[in-house]
Structure formats: C-alpha cells, structure tokens
C-alpha cells in the first residue's frame, strides 16, 4: 500500500469516528429524554467523554488527513471548490457539535449542582428541543459533507 492510501484510509476512518460519535449522541439525546431524575443525567456524563473524544479525534484526523490529501494525490488541490466547500462544512459541523455539547453540559453542571440542582428545571431542559434540534443540525451539515465527498462538484 502507498502512502497515500494509508492516508486515505486514516481519512475514513476518522470520519468513521466521527460518525460513531454523532450516532452516540443521537442515543444519548433519546436516553435523557426519557430519564425521570437529575441523577440519571449525571450518570450520563462517562459516555459523553467517550463521545467527546471520538468526535475530536474523528473530525481532527478527518480535516489533518483530508488536506493531507488534498496536496498529496495527483488531480486534486486544496482550492477546488469541493474540498474548500468541506473544510468549510466541517468547521461549521463542528461549531454546531460543540454548541449542542455546550447546551448539554450546562444542563449537567445545573444537574450536579449541590442537593441535586432544580430537578424540573434539569428535566425540562434536557426534553426541550433545543438539544435536539442543534444535533440534528450537526448531522445535517455532516451529511452535506459526505455528499460532497462523493459527488465532487465542480470537480
């Protein structure tokens, strides 16, 4: 294998990361929707992290191996408009991404907050749609940029 594919691979796999991330997400969305008690979000937060960490990792790697590509293979440069329109794309889903992860953690500091927090205001916050709404965006965004990776247009 060149190098190029070892690149390429890293490339997908790291949006592969990305996309376990935001499936993650979307199961934890519906699993606090559901959750009667504050303390049943704090126990949330461990898989949050793993989550966190997969969607750093995966859109890191996806932009870094991205580029790298960009400049590497023959036929492509970082100014087409396709690649352009994703690096774009991907720094948009990840605006998004950190906003809904921002909108949950201020509902889990509220949760942890010393004698349980206001467990009404925890719950309602967390069946809002706010939360929701803002992932649902995320994954929009990112659809947009797998479609770009496949149809190349302009290219």
């Given at each position: 294998?060149?190098?190029?594919?070892?690149?390429?691979?890293?490339?997908?796999?790291?949006?592969?990361?990305?996309?376990?991330?935001?499936?993650?997400?979307?199961?934890?969305?519906?699993?606090?929707?559901?959750?009667?008690?504050?303390?049943?979000?704090?126990?949330?937060?461990?898989?949050?992290?793993?989550?966190?960490?997969?969607?750093?990792?995966?859109?890191?790697?996806?932009i870094?191996?991205?580029?790298?590509?960009?400049?590497?293979?023959?036929?492509?440069?970082?100014?087409?408009?396709?690649?352009?329109?994703?690096?774009?794309?991907?720094?948009?889903?990840?605006?998004?991404?950190?906003?809904?992860?921002?909108?949950?953690?201020?509902?889990?500091?509220?949760?942890?907050?010393?004698?349980?927090g206001?467990?009404?205001?925890?719950?309602?916050?967390?069946?809002?749609?706010?939360?929701?709404?803002?992932?649902?965006?995320?994954?929009?965004?990112?659809?947009?940029?797998?479609?770009?990776?496949?149809?190349?247009?302009g290219?």
């Amino acid at each position: 294998m060149s190098l190029d594919q070892w690149i390429l691979a890293l490339h997908v796999l790291s949006a592969f990361a990305l996309v376990a991330a935001l499936v993650l997400f979307w199961v934890m969305i519906v699993a606090v929707r559901r959750t009667n008690t504050a303390e049943a979000t704090i126990r949330m937060a461990p898989v949050a992290k793993i989550g966190n960490a997969a969607a750093g990792i995966g859109g890191i790697g996806t932009i870094v191996f991205g580029i790298w590509l960009a400049f590497s293979v023959g036929g492509y440069d970082i100014w087409d408009g396709w690649i352009i329109a994703a690096i774009v794309l991907l720094i948009a889903t990840g605006g998004v991404g950190q906003r809904t992860g921002a909108y949950y953690m201020d509902v889990q500091k509220l949760a942890e907050e010393p004698g349980g927090g206001n467990e009404a205001e925890v719950l309602a916050r967390l069946r809002a749609p706010t939360g929701a709404v803002l992932h649902f965006a995320t994954v929009a965004l990112f659809v947009l940029i797998v479609l770009d990776m496949i149809y190349k247009p302009g290219a």
